[in-house]
């Protein structure tokens, strides 16, 4: 059974940091691509950044050179490094990786984050 299981959401103010954290079970990261989406309410979930299997990544234009997704294999976690943050990156984060071998996707439970002004 596959488990995401993400944390470090919150509340923080404008220009502010937070690091989320994405722990599995059940699904090796380093053989699978794993993603960072979020959603706001009404709005279609959005794909935020991705770390590849090969490590490479690739980012949301609009969190360019403010996020950074990597990756411990020792711990099997995916984390996303967020800085000046912003009151528009205010949404629900959900980690998912997407097993390669039989293309099923997997979701965490998602964790909040909130950004004011």
């Known amino acids: 059974q596959v488990q995401l299981v993400e944390s470090g959401g919150g509340l923080v103010q404008d220009g502010g940091s937070l690091r989320l954290s994405c722990a599995a079970s059940?699904?090796?990261?380093?053989?699978?691509?794993v993603n960072w989406f979020r959603q706001t309410p009404g709005k279609q979930r959005e794909l935020v950044a991705t770390?590849?299997?090969?490590?490479?990544?690739n980012y949301l234009d609009s969190v360019k050179g403010r996020f950074t997704i990597s990756r411990d294999n020792a711990k099997n976690t995916v984390y996303l490094q967020m800085n000046s943050l912003k009151p528009e990156d205010t949404a629900v984060y959900f980690c998912?990786?997407?097993?390669?071998?039989?293309?099923?996707?997997?979701w965490g439970q998602g964790t909040q984050v909130t950004v004011f002004s």
């Open positions: 770390i590849t299997k090969s490590g490479t990544t």
């Open positions: 998912s990786a997407l097993r390669l071998a039989t293309m099923t996707r997997y």
């Open positions: 059940g699904i090796i990261f380093n053989v699978n691509n």
